[in-house]
């Protein structure tokens, strides 16, 4: 029962390359999201997937892309890294973008911008 | 606006003791509460949640929690801490149909047990 995958689980780039965060889930949940954590800021939301063919912006949107692949996958983009956006990266999953459905996370992909 | 404030970012406590991390939020709508944990290199798991009813919530490992209104508040307990409680905790809200799913964070608290 693997839940919501993520991938690379590491990842080190330098200042203006791009890369792509993998993320998918296989519990045919409706409603995907990426946030980032940084220490004693907690989670903070940057892009969310209601239902597959939509995209919303969260919190902090800014340096990223994300795109719906299909019901299973959503995927996160940094275009041009920065160092500001080392930090953990956790995709989640939840059966519908009701307010009161759980969220299920995967164990998250740790990115170093030098 | 909604908001999470976690009061303090670590606790430590005496294995067998209790166990009590607090949250307050603020929300411009009844809101919807959840306690998340977090293990050493591993995503968030849900501990407890709130959407309505009774105010007082069990959970997962012997965690519950109370919704107070009037002080909102929603305090994450444990009687009796084990060793394995040791990870990091997350309030969260969600509100309104607007805001969707969309949660809010608090910062965190790190609990260390002590043998």
């Known amino acids: 029962n693997a839940g919501v995958t993520q991938t690379p689980k590491f990842q080190v780039l330098k200042t203006g390359q791009s890369m792509t965060l993998q993320c998918a889930q296989d519990?045919?949940?409706?409603?995907m999201y990426w946030y980032r954590q940084d220490p004693g800021m907690g989670l903070r939301l940057i892009y969310y997937?209601?239902?597959?063919?939509?995209?919303d912006k969260g919190e902090v949107p800014n340096g990223y892309n994300v795109s719906r692949l299909n019901k299973r996958e959503f995927s996160l983009r940094l275009e041009s890294a920065a160092p500001s956006q080392t930090s953990v990266y956790f995709c989640?999953?939840?059966?519908?973008?009701?307010?009161?459905?759980?969220?299920?996370f995967g164990n998250g992909t740790r990115l170093t911008v030098t | 606006a909604q908001s999470v404030t976690q009061l303090g970012s670590h606790v430590s406590v005496s294995e067998g003791a209790l166990v009590l991390l607090r949250c307050n939020y603020s929300?411009?709508?009844?809101?919807?509460l959840f306690w998340y944990v977090q293990y050493p290199n591993q995503g968030l798991q849900l501990l407890l949640k709130y959407t309505t009813g009774a105010t007082l919530v069990k959970g997962i490992n012997g965690f519950e929690a109370e919704f107070k209104k009037s002080e909102t508040s929603f305090h994450l307990t444990k009687p009796s801490a084990h060793m394995s409680d040791a990870a990091e905790y997350f309030c969260?809200?969600?509100?309104?149909?607007?805001?969707?799913?969309?949660?809010?964070f608090g910062g965190g608290t790190r609990v260390l047990v002590k043998p």
């Open positions: 519990m045919n949940h409706n409603s």
């Open positions: 929300s411009s709508v009844p809101p919807y």
């Open positions: 997937s209601a239902s597959e063919g939509t995209t």
């Open positions: 969260a809200v969600s509100g309104s149909k607007a805001a969707g799913n969309k949660l809010t």
């Open positions: 989640a999953s939840s059966e519908t973008d009701r307010e009161n459905s759980p969220l299920h």
